[in-house]
């Protein structure tokens, strides 16, 4: 008489496939999030920069020409009256170039934003607004 013996568990062939399938969804997956997650972290960027564009419009209007302001440290700045305080904790945001025909914001991310990189707004009256990463 045969005796039916009952195996359970996996064996070792199985748990090499699923281990490398695992290694492929994570290696494809991985790259996939921390773009995600970037492109989060410039939309911060790109919300704070329309702020600016308010405040630069609403100061053209009564006055000859943008300004120039700095938003590093604390996100105040008298010239705009724009409050980027939230903003300011990831960014060092600056508008540079100022004059009658148009500016330049430069977002540049600092601490755990340094790996979302420089976002640059160039504002032209001609031209509006032209966003670059």
């Known amino acids: 008489m045969k005796r039916l013996t009952l195996q359970r568990g996996f064996t070792l062939m199985?748990?090499?496939?699923?281990?490398?399938?695992?290694?492929?969804?994570?290696a494809v997956a991985v790259p996939l999030y921390l773009n995600y997650?970037?492109?989060?972290?410039?939309?911060?960027?790109?919300?704070?920069?329309?702020?600016?564009?308010t405040a630069e419009q609403t100061h053209r209007q009564?006055?000859?020409s943008y300004v120039v302001a700095d938003f590093t440290g604390d996100g105040l700045d008298p010239a705009l009256n724009c409050d980027l305080q939230e903003a300011a904790r990831n960014w060092n945001i600056a508008v540079t170039g100022?004059?009658?025909?148009?500016y330049t914001v430069t977002a540049t991310g600092i601490?755990?934003?340094?790996?979302?990189?420089?976002?640059?707004?160039?504002?032209?009256?001609?031209?509006?607004?032209?966003?670059?990463?």
């Open 14 to 26: 199985e748990l090499m496939v699923v281990i490398v399938i695992v290694a492929i969804l994570a």
């Open 62 to 64: 009564q006055n000859p």
């Open 98 to 102: 100022a004059s009658a025909n148009g």
């Open 111 to 133: 601490g755990t934003m340094v790996d979302a990189g420089v976002v640059t707004m160039t504002y032209t009256r001609t031209g509006g607004a032209v966003f670059s990463q």
């Open 37 to 53: 997650v970037n492109d989060a972290r410039r939309t911060e960027a790109r919300g704070a920069i329309g702020a600016i564009i």
